[in-house]
């Protein structure tokens, strides 16, 4: 089991930035998949970006590609999530997630809310 903690949200202006880290303790599989999701009020939870553990290899949502960025910290076991040009449509419940991509995301931290004013 992996445990996973988020921080870093908060309240911003459209147009500004923030920094979402989670950091995984426990034992990480070597095909380990971290990923970030976000629900809004009344709408399903989303994926937003995954960044492979063994690799790097990272993919984004297409409603952030461009202005989200997914990176690891191997040594801190931190994945972060820089989100630049914020806009309202933004807001939500941000999660991490972990898991493979044959068992899916099974490992989920509590949620960081990001709120994004016009």
């Known amino acids: 089991q992996v445990q996973l903690v988020e921080s870093g949200g908060g309240l911003v202006q459209a147009g500004a930035s923030l920094r979402l880290s989670c950091a995984a303790s426990?034992?990480?599989?070597?095909?380990?998949?971290m990923g970030w999701f976000r629900q809004a009020p009344g709408k399903e939870r989303e994926f937003v970006a995954r960044i492979s553990w063994s690799n790097g290899s990272t993919y984004y949502a297409d409603s952030v590609k461009g202005r989200f960025t997914i990176s690891k910290y191997n040594a801190k076991n931190t994945v972060y999530l820089q989100m630049n040009s914020l806009k309202p449509e933004d807001t939500a419940v941000y999660y991490c997630a972990g898991g493979s991509s044959s068992q899916g995301y099974e490992d989920w931290g509590q949620g960081t809310q990001v709120t994004v004013s016009s």
């Open positions: 426990g034992r990480t599989r070597r095909n380990y998949i």
